[in-house]
């Protein structure tokens, strides 16, 4: 905004009302700016590391006497579905171009996790398995979900840069969650019949992974400056 502009400001809408308006277009400044994004991407990401472990926690209120129907009826599948088929169809970014590539990245993402979950619950093989190989198991679960939904990604031709955008994100999520599941793992206090209350915790965790995924994939398509220039996905063009 230039002087002759704040100035035209003041003498159309005067003193109260100028500052006011110039006020506004500061505000609008900011929360444009790549700092306010960093910015609200760290408090976010603070927010989701405390909901983990507060997922961890609060199963402390639920009893040991989870079942089956428990966990193969778990949160985590509706909520998969409510994001595929609601939510995610409804995600605006900032270019139609980001918005096709965005929604076909986030779609195949939970795609993936769904499956995978589901074929891991489905199968109860971790229904007779010690502590060390359900860890084994469930790193398993998170490492071949990463690989299915990268290599999707780039066969439907998302670029590259997003793909590792999107996992510089998330590697602080899989690392947290890592921890956690060695935790619910190590813990005598998750101890039950067939390790159903294990999993049932460890899937409250994953459900919180991907609402985060979902929630922070804007400020990944904001921090990505250029290198999508001219690009084609869908029909659509990067301006």
Same mark, same amino acid.
């Given at each position: 905004?230039?002087?002759?502009?704040?100035?035209?400001?003041?003498?159309?809408?005067?003193?109260?009302?100028?500052?006011?308006?110039?006020?506004?277009?500061?505000?609008?400044?900011?929360?444009?700016?790549?700092?306010?994004?960093?910015?609200?991407?760290?408090?976010?990401?603070?927010?989701?590391?405390?909901?983990?472990?507060?997922?961890?926690?609060?199963?402390?209120?639920?009893?040991?006497?989870?079942?089956?129907?428990?966990?193969?009826?778990?949160?985590?599948?509706?909520?998969?579905?409510?994001?595929?088929?609601?939510?995610?169809?409804?995600?605006?970014?900032?270019?139609?171009?980001?918005?096709?590539?965005?929604?076909?990245?986030?779609?195949?993402?939970?795609?993936?996790?769904?499956?995978?979950?589901?074929?891991?619950?489905?199968?109860?093989?971790?229904?007779?398995?010690?502590?060390?190989?359900?860890?084994?198991?469930?790193?398993?679960?998170?490492?071949?979900?990463?690989?299915?939904?990268?290599?999707?990604?780039?066969?439907?031709?998302?670029?590259?840069? *997003?793909?590792?955008?999107?996992? !510089?994100? /998330?590697?602080? &999520?899989?690392? +947290?969650?890592?921890?956690?599941? =060695? #935790?619910?793992?190590?813990?005598?206090?998750?101890?039950?019949?067939?390790?159903?209350?294990?999993?049932?915790?460890?899937?409250?965790?994953?459900?919180?992974?991907?609402?985060?995924? *979902?929630?922070?994939?804007?400020? !990944?398509? /904001?921090?990505? &400056?250029?290198? +999508?220039?001219?690009?084609?996905? =869908? #029909?659509?063009?990067?301006?």
């Amino acid at each position: 905004m230039s002087i002759k502009e704040i100035s035209e400001i003041f003498e159309k809408y005067g003193y109260k009302g100028g500052i006011f308006i110039i006020i506004i277009f500061l505000l609008i400044l900011l929360v444009k700016s790549k700092w306010f994004s960093d910015f609200f991407s760290k408090i976010s990401d603070k927010f989701v590391e405390r909901l983990m472990r507060n997922k961890v926690k609060d199963i402390s209120v639920v009893s040991k006497s989870i079942t089956d129907s428990d966990i193969t009826n778990h949160d985590i599948f509706n909520y998969i579905d409510f994001w595929m088929y609601s939510k995610v169809p409804t995600l605006q970014f900032s270019t139609d171009y980001r918005t096709a590539v965005f929604r076909k990245y986030l779609t195949i993402y939970l795609k993936s996790y769904k499956k995978n979950i589901s074929d891991f619950v489905l199968t109860k093989d971790y229904q007779n398995m010690d502590d060390a190989k359900v860890w084994k198991a469930l790193l398993n679960l998170i490492n071949k979900t990463v690989f299915d939904y990268e290599r999707e990604c780039l066969e439907v031709g998302i670029p590259k840069i *997003i793909i590792d955008k999107m996992k !510089v994100k /998330n590697n602080d &999520n899989i690392t +947290l969650t890592f921890d956690l599941i =060695e #935790g619910v793992c190590g813990s005598q206090f998750y101890d039950s019949d067939k390790n159903l209350l294990k999993v049932y915790s460890i899937l409250n965790i994953l459900l919180s992974v991907l609402e985060n995924t *979902i929630s922070n994939s804007e400020s !990944v398509c /904001n921090s990505i &400056n250029g290198q +999508l220039k001219g690009l084609n996905f =869908e #029909g659509r063009t990067e301006p």
